[in-house]
């Protein structure tokens, strides 16, 4: 897999499943320099107080589940 400091260019089958589950966020997965995965989101629109949300979890099931709690699944 191609990377660029950390990003991988082409999303695993993990962030694209996400992407799919929940379109209102954009979703990528970056790498620490020891390799370890963090899955980030944020919403494409900001939230009710004007300020971007960012969701920062260590496995894609961490961040799918927070996102649920968040309500930004597809109905």
């Known amino acids: ?13 993990t962030v694209l499943r996400l992407r799919e589950e ?3 966020f954009l979703i990528c997965e970056l790498h620490d320099g ?3 995965p963090s899955y980030v ?11 971007p949300e960012l969701i920062e979890r260590g496995c894609g099931e961490e961040l799918r589940r ?8 597809q109905v």
């Open 41 to 51: 989101a944020t919403r494409t629109q900001n939230g009710g107080d004007g300020r």
């Open 1 to 13: 897999m191609t990377t660029m400091g950390g990003y991988h260019l082409r999303p695993s089958a």
């Open 34 to 36: 020891r390799g370890l």
């Open 22 to 24: 929940f379109p209102d």
């Open 66 to 73: 927070a996102l649920n709690t968040l309500g930004g699944g």
